[in-house]
């Protein structure tokens, strides 16, 4: 496995293949009886039965030993998938989705998952790490017990760099934080806002990509998700997002769901980036929900135009209208 470039758009590609597979077993992999205590990177709570288990991934794309080798051949550039993968089990209980979870339950999970970017971080070989879940057949979720996954790479993956590059730009041109900017807007206007609760808001992007696009976001400016500002209070954020995923359950047959959080701005020295100097003014961490709503979706393109059969307005509404506790 390595690490490939593509010297036009910058991208990097995971190439190769994977280590042979061994043959599915009966018993599900993340239940706690395969589950070895040992094995386990984080577990919440920290005595009694585990409720939260982080793991290694048992596939990974990329391994957390050795240095990156950095190599070339002529124009292309390519190392070795170096980082971090990880799994995070959300429940001990197979039946339960993150959707059917409490507001405690959840709040430990966005705990975990805050926990180990916060960790990894701490290695600065790591770019960035980002938590995604996929739930639900159509998502290419790997097991159907309820987890999420981690990545941390030697890069910043293309989405995060036009996030980060726009963001910059922004305060650059008018010393304000975009994000906190669309906040603003959509408060005001209300009409892509479907819920809100404490310090989070929960809207629809006004150029949604798919039907029922959410975005989770903090009211107050935060670049950083694994570090909350003073005074807020997370389970207020659990209970948002565990309300939109009961309401987006109800129109989508899955979702993939991202945390973007800022990259980690340290050098292989320890030093701040320059490049990073106004990461936690212009920048701000928020949560992605890209619900799938038919099986052969007409809103992704190879040419990266989306064509979105559903106004966010009348998203937001629809979703507004349904039950969150179903």
């Known amino acids: 496995m390595e690490l490939r470039k593509d010297p036009i758009t910058r991208s990097w590609v995971i190439v190769g293949h994977r280590e042979q597979a061994a043959a599915p077993a009966e018993a599900c992999p993340l239940c706690p009886a395969s589950v070895q205590p040992a094995k386990a990177l984080l577990r919440l709570p920290g005595e009694g039965p585990a409720q939260v288990t982080v793991i290694p991934h048992l596939d990974p794309l990329y391994r957390i030993e050795g240095d990156l080798g950095r190599g070339a051949e002529g124009i292309y550039d390519k190392m070795r998938a170096v980082g971090a993968h990880e799994i995070i089990v959300e429940t001990p209980d197979h039946a339960r989705q993150l959707s059917q979870l409490n507001d405690e339950e959840i709040e430990r999970v966005l705990h975990a998952y805050g926990a180990r970017i916060g960790d990894l971080k701490k290695d600065a070989r790591f770019k960035y790490v980002a938590v995604f879940k996929n739930s639900g057949p159509l998502s290419g979720e790997d097991w159907a017990h309820s987890h999420s996954q981690l990545t941390a790479t030697t890069f910043v993956p293309r989405r995060i760099l036009y996030e980060l590059r726009s963001a910059r730009e922004f305060y650059s041109q008018k010393d304000r934080c975009v994000f906190c900017d669309i906040v603003r807007q959509e408060m005001k206007q209300g009409a892509r806002v479907v819920d809100t609760q404490g310090d989070y808001v929960a809207f629809c992007p006004y150029a949604s990509r798919v039907p029922f696009e959410t975005w989770v976001m903090a009211r107050k400016h935060n670049h950083l998700f694994e570090a909350p500002r003073p005074g807020a209070n997370r389970r207020n954020l659990a209970a948002l997002l565990g309300r939109m995923l009961r309401r987006l359950q109800q129109v989508a047959v899955a979702y993939h769901m991202v945390v973007h959080t800022a990259p980690n701005v340290l050098q292989t020295k320890g030093e701040l980036s320059d490049y990073w100097r106004t990461i936690a003014e212009d920048y701000h961490w928020h949560i992605e929900i890209l ?31 349904l039950d969150p506790n179903p």
């Open 291 to 321: 619900p799938i709503v038919e099986t052969r979706s007409k809103s992704y393109s190879i040419k990266e135009v989306y064509f979105n059969t559903m106004l966010p307005e009348q998203a937001a509404d629809r979703l507004r209208r």
